[in-house]
């Protein structure tokens, strides 16, 4: 069963040690200690506590959207260039860098700017995915 230490845990959800020290305090996610007393939580926890957390995250003050999109990131526009018919928008969403290129005619549309909150979508039925070791814990 892979585990992530308290430190591995907070570099994945882009939050302190001390949020997740704090959140295991408080019984919303379970840790248990390994053999040298580190706090130690379980993936698979990690996991249902990531999408827990997810399913809360949308604003209330936003308007509903129906799509069939699930991958959403939201963050902050830290870049934009324009040329004369597309740009190039940068978004900072946690520790995720997104990067959208679009015709320039979206993003003045959009209002696109450094500094306004924005959410990238992502659509693809092509995701390629990574791991350090396969089968590593």
């Known amino acids: 069963m892979t585990t992530f230490r308290i ?7 882009g939050v302190s040690a001390d949020t997740v020290r704090r959140w295991v305090d ?3 996610l379970p840790a248990s200690r390994d053999e040298h007393g580190h706090r130690q939580v379980p993936g698979a926890e990690l996991a249902a506590f990531v999408r827990d957390q997810a399913r809360g995250a949308a604003p209330s003050d936003q308007p509903e959207r129906f799509s ?6 939201r963050g902050i526009v830290t870049d934009v260039v324009r040329d004369g018919v597309m740009a190039q928008v940068e978004i900072q969403a946690g520790p995720f860098r997104v990067v959208s290129l679009m015709s320039r005619e979206a993003a003045d549309d959009l209002g696109l700017q450094v500094g306004v909150v924005a959410e990238a979508v992502v659509k693809s039925t092509n995701v390629m995915v990574e791991v350090a070791e396969p089968g590593a814990s």
């Open 7 to 13: 430190s591995e845990a907070a570099g994945l959800l």
């Open 26 to 28: 408080g019984g919303r």
């Open 68 to 73: 069939s999109a699930r991958n959403r990131l």
